[in-house]
């Protein structure tokens, strides 16, 4: 999913969902329509777009986590989290998605072939090479080193 894109229920789905629930008649649940940052207007925009800021930004720092991007931008950790809970990715699955992708773009690079698989982990934010390599399999199906190797043969 691109960072600058959020999905929200709209108020109207939300008023007509509402308005159904004293309907005897069950309907499903609307399902979010996705909208752009700038669909998302005031306030709220403005503090998604921070909040999405502080992450491209910081990410990849070891440090890095929901309560660091609270007290950058002075809001509480849970309204932070309730700002992106729209959008499909948790800010902690958003963090760690960015990790991964960094962490692939290293291991497929030339110049950084010479670094090892725990550099490349500890420049994408991660404290624990173990959880590092759990979390790339899970995501790409492969160790980093065997993914290394893949990418380097074709």
Do not use: W
Request: aromatic share 8%; proline share 3%; with cysteine.
């Amino acid at each position: 999913m691109d960072n600058t894109h959020l999905a929200f229920s709209n108020h109207s789905e939300f008023s007509s969902n509402r308005a159904s629930l004293h309907d005897s008649t069950p309907t499903a649940p609307a399902k979010p329509e996705l909208v752009g940052l700038t669909d998302v207007g005031g306030l709220r925009g403005a503090r998604i777009a921070s909040v999405i800021n502080q992450i491209n930004e910081s990410f990849a720092d070891q440090q890095f986590s929901t309560r660091v991007v609270a007290e950058k931008l002075g809001l509480s950790v849970r309204y932070v989290q309730d700002l992106l809970q729209g959008s499909g990715l948790s800010i902690t699955d958003r963090i760690m998605q960015l990790r991964l992708d960094k962490a692939r773009r290293m291991l497929t690079e030339d110049r950084q072939c010479t670094l090892k698989i725990s550099e490349v982990a500890g420049a994408c934010g991660f404290n624990e090479l173990s959880y590092f390599h759990r979390s790339f399999r899970r995501r790409f199906g492969v160790s980093p080193a065997k993914f290394r190797i893949q990418s380097m043969n074709g």
